[in-house]
């Protein structure tokens, strides 16, 4: 990656509003997330769990919070439970307009075990020079999702960021727990590389992305990769990354299930950590399971990431990225006041998640078109 990208996200980094707010985070999360009873100065609001009354899907105490856009998103939504996943897993996916600009097409590697399917997007026009390329890794708590639901996302990547987009269907927990996501991802990963030239792809500019368990999965990858000496990756966008399985930052006890019962909670995350570790639950978790936990974040690749304010990985997140600099990876990062998990990919497209699909797109394209 160039220097002219690092000095970018350095002066981005500086902006003194954005060290303001991460500051005080950081020492919140530092000293104290685990007193319940820490209070802000900062923001002036105190977050505390509890039970209360509720308009929708949002408890009284922190409607005032909640970003006016996402209010009637979290009153409109059903709970969230995950106590039966196959019904979970067979909820019809909103009908989606393809891009005529854009051609998909279904490939399967070859492996010694199982074949791994994977989504390939390119502009329906192919150029003459290589593109760069994007590994996309789906969300859903690593129990559910599949690449399908993520088809209007990677043509956007494909169509602004000018580059071909491979999305894995990596297996999912309870039923293939930790380490299947991550190798799988990885055998993805090193296919890319390993077929950049048949696919068109400039090697030397290969990023990998996710969102929530897919972030996860990203932040998962970039250390693997790392410590297998390849394949190199160029940039990584780890999204709202589920990365600590522990539970225990402050935000992760706030947005619980008494609080924010129709968004991503305390309680769900907590099943879908004990489904994906399977037998590996325990206090001597990988850090390949739950990045979190690595204490060595040097020879990363550039980062962006981003997070809501009121989404349990938030402090989980802030952790991830001061670490990121303070190990000397260029960083580039946004926290979204009043947003909740997920809140950029929400059908009612409010304008603060269009702005900040629109600004990790940005940075994508910066990171790859340097």
Known sequence: MSNGYADKNLLIYKHIHAIVIFIWYLSNSIIGFHDSRERSESTGRHLESMEANHIGG?????????????????EESPKIELRDLELARSQPRLPVEKSPFVLTTTRFIKRSDSDLMVKIYEPINKPQTKLPGLLWIHGGGYILG?????????????????????SVDYRLAPEDPYPAAIEDCYDALKWMADNAEELNIDRSRIAIAGASAGGGLTAALALLARDRGG?????????YPMIDDRNITKSSNQINKGNFPTVWHREVNQRAWKMYLGKNASDDIPYYAAPARATDLSGLPPTYTCVGELDPFRDETLEYVARLA????????HLYPGCFHGFDLSPAKPEIGVRAQK????????ALHP
Do not use: W
């Not at 996302?153 to 987009?165: A, H, I, Q, W």
């Open 58 to 74: 949002i408890c009284l105490k922190y409607r005032p919070i909640v970003n006016p856009e996402l209010k009637q998103v979290l």
């Open 146 to 166: 599949h690449p399908d639901s993520d088809d209007v996302l990677c043509e956007t990547f494909v169509l602004d960021v000018n580059c071909k987009v491979v």
């Open 231 to 239: 394949p190199e990756i160029a940039f990584q966008m780890p999204l």
């Open 326 to 333: 303070q190990a000397g990876v260029p960083v580039e990062f």
């Open 359 to 366: 600004e990790y797109i940005s940075a994508l394209a910066r």
